[in-house]
């Protein structure tokens, strides 16, 4: 799982998997995975997934690269790694 501290948060790699049945996240490998229930088109999976992250981590979430890309880093403000893990842990 790939998380780095930055000023004021952390970033987190994720890879995408739209038209699920279920919004979750697992461990694949070192790989977090994102199974999103929205169609991939005019920014709906990243939508849905700011806003489940936001809700997760009770902080502000930001796309930082892959808009377009099944492969995503999105910025967590304000919460530790340790932070982060221990909620994708559960």
């Known amino acids: 799982m790939s998380i780095k501290k930055t000023n004021g948060g952390v ?22 995975v994102v199974y999103a229930t929205e169609e991939p088109e005019r920014g709906k999976v990243n939508k849905e997934i700011i806003k489940e992250l936001t ?12 808009s377009t890309s099944k492969e995503k880093k999105l910025f967590i403000q304000g919460v530790g790694v340790q932070e982060v893990q221990r909620l994708l842990q559960k």
Not at 21 to 29: A, M, P, S, V
Not at 55 to 66: E, I, M, Q, T
């Open 55 to 66: 809700k997760l981590f009770h902080a502000p979430v930001d796309l930082v690269s892959g």
């Open 11 to 32: 970033i987190l790699s994720i890879f995408v998997k739209p038209n699920s049945t279920k919004f979750r996240i697992e461990l694949d490998g070192d790989e977090l």
